[in-house]
């Protein structure tokens, strides 16, 4: 928010009492001006720009044709100011007034940087428009950001309006924030059907999309690995034998090194043993389930595929070092180790279900997950749309340039239409509404929202209670009456959401703290507790309360 007025000063507190109650109004007064309330919205879009455009450039950076040494290499995405088109063919810079009144969308160009490689040769770099992004009212690619708070009278904006939202053909739409288990985690529970007693769910993130794996006890004592990707229940020994831990012995001592812990895994062995014995039996076993009818190599190629991007991203996907890629594969082995781990002495009554409505099993996806999810399905079509058209042009022995046979539409239309209606990918619907302007608070409610993604059919009644965690992040009275009682939730006014911290600086601050790498410490047989950075297995710690104490005195200081 933005606001001309003085900063409010605290009175008695500054006498060493406790704060008076117009001091506590002026603390909040302080939090609003320098928070902002829809601050988190804000935030997340400017993330979005800054760090998830360039991954998923990143993660489709080679385009490969079916014709040998003919590739596009993507180099860099770039985002400009919001401007429209008038009907003579001139361009100038729009604002949100504007938009609202010409029943515009408030967006701004793309324009991608690429080398068209010919024979393995580059041949042309250019750069190129690939349609338009609508831009989110006072992010920092929003035009009103460069004027100054006396500037805002002449455009005809509000000082007071938080922004947070989108205009699509004139209409104002805000993304509605979704509530969703903690991803990158096992969350541990009770089996869902007669035929398994425990289970483990681990929702993992790549860049744009996610992938959850499954772990299951069985009534037979099994320990079976399901993999959203390819739903079919497998002995979670295959899994580990295709990632490279070729023995049982490896497997095994991947998982605990309790006798009693151990002892569980032995149904699981013998029947994955009668399936796949060696690494390649466990690859050609996965592979043949999503290569039906393949020749065995494609059928370990795609296994490969299949568990380099789709089996715990978050741990890492495809790297072209293939040292580097084998490091992945055995740091997945060793997770899927402690997930199961978990599930057995979960089955040994050493620790209890989590509590899924738990606020810390919790997390709310803002507006920059969500577009970055909509933007990495709707680039990959654009980049196949532009696969295709080059093959052509190839075949008729035409070199083009890559601006001439690119189609800006497709994004432009895309997610225009998806903002437009609410429709998402992965099927879900009334991700974006339109913003509420009945009064202040309507419009408030809007852009704090948070949704919780079950059923409003299913009666789901822990889900709707109020949980003694949400004090002070969820408001614990503005849900709605009806079937959205408890699902629809709304941030509490002084709650804030955080996007995140750089990891590599915090996995390399707790390397510095004595953490010893995960693979490292299997070689050396270290002993200790295992360390997690946002669920990532990064190492082992000999004094972990040490550890624990060091980085809490380090974040209490600001560091």
Not at 353 to 377: E, I, S, W, Y
Not at 503 to 524: F, I, M, S, Y
Request: glycine residues 8%; aromatic residues 6%.
């Amino acid at each position: 928010m933005v606001d001309l007025l003085p900063l409010p000063v605290l009175t008695s507190a500054q006498d060493g009492g406790f704060p008076s109650r117009d001091d506590r109004w002026a603390l909040v007064e302080r939090f609003i001006r320098d928070k902002g309330l829809a601050n988190h919205q804000i935030k997340s879009f400017n993330d979005f720009l800054d760090k998830k455009l360039p991954k998923i450039v990143e993660e489709f950076k080679v385009v490969e044709t079916e014709i040998k040494g003919l590739k596009i290499v993507l180099e860099r995405l770039e985002v400009g100011w919001p401007r429209i088109k008038e009907s003579d063919g001139s361009e100038s810079l729009i604002y949100p007034m504007e938009a609202r009144l010409r029943n515009a969308t408030y967006s701004a160009p793309m324009y991608l940087t690429a080398t068209l490689y010919v024979d393995d040769e580059p041949y042309v770099t250019e750069t190129f428009y690939i349609g338009e992004l609508p831009i989110m009212v006072k992010s920092k690619r929003c035009n009103l950001t460069r004027l100054k708070p006396g500037e805002y009278v002449k455009k005809f904006e509000d000082v007071q309006d938080f922004g947070g939202y989108f205009i699509i053909n004139g209409s104002e739409r805000v993304i509605i924030s979704q509530e969703d288990l903690v991803a990158d985690r096992p969350i541990y529970d009770k089996g869902d059907k007669p035929s398994v007693r425990y289970l483990a769910k681990t929702i993992s993130t790549g860049i744009g999309y996610r992938s959850t794996l499954t772990v299951e006890l069985g009534r037979d004592g099994v320990l079976y690995a399901t993999l959203s990707a390819m739903p079919v229940k497998i002995p979670f020994p295959i899994y580990m034998k295709a990632l490279g831990l070729e023995t049982d012995e490896d497997v095994v001592k991947a998982v605990s090194d309790d006798p009693e812990v151990q002892k569980e895994l032995l149904p699981s062995l013998i029947a994955a043993n009668q399936i796949a014995i060696t690494r390649e039996d466990a690859l050609d076993f996965i592979g043949g389930k999503v290569a039906v009818g393949q020749p065995k190599p494609i059928r370990i190629e795609r296994a490969l595929q299949l568990l380099d991007r789709y089996f715990l991203p978050h741990l890492g996907t495809v790297v072209p070092d293939e040292k580097k890629q084998q490091e992945i594969r055995l740091k997945k082995a060793l997770m899927l180790g402690q997930i199961v781990k978990g599930l057995v002495e979960l089955h040994l009554g050493r620790r209890k279900p989590d509590d899924k409505d738990h606020v810390a099993n919790k997390r709310v996806r803002l507006v920059g997950d969500l577009m970055t999810q909509l933007f990495r399905t709707v680039f990959k079509q654009f980049l196949q749309e532009l696969k295709s058209q080059l093959e052509k042009y190839y075949a008729r022995g035409r070199i083009p340039h890559i601006q001439t046979i690119v189609r800006p539409d497709i994004i432009t239309e895309r997610v225009r239409q998806a903002l437009a209606t609410g429709n998402w990918v992965g099927g879900k619907t009334g991700v974006s509404q339109i913003l509420d302007r009945t009064n202040y608070l309507s419009t408030l409610s809007y852009l704090r929202r948070a949704v919780s993604s079950l059923s409003r059919t299913q009666p789901h009644f822990e889900a709707r209670d109020l949980h003694p965690t949400q004090w002070g992040r969820l408001c614990a009275v503005e849900t709605p009456e009806g079937q959205n009682v408890g699902l629809v939730k709304n941030l509490a006014l002084l709650a804030e959401v955080t996007t995140g911290v750089d990891e590599d600086e915090v996995e390399q601050l707790l390397l510095n703290l004595g953490v010893v790498p995960v693979l490292k410490a299997r070689e050396e047989g270290v002993g200790g507790a295992e360390v997690y950075l946002n669920g990532r297995l990064i190492g082992i710690h000999p004094s972990p309360e040490e550890l624990v104490n060091t980085v809490r005195g380090l974040r209490r200081q600001g560091k």
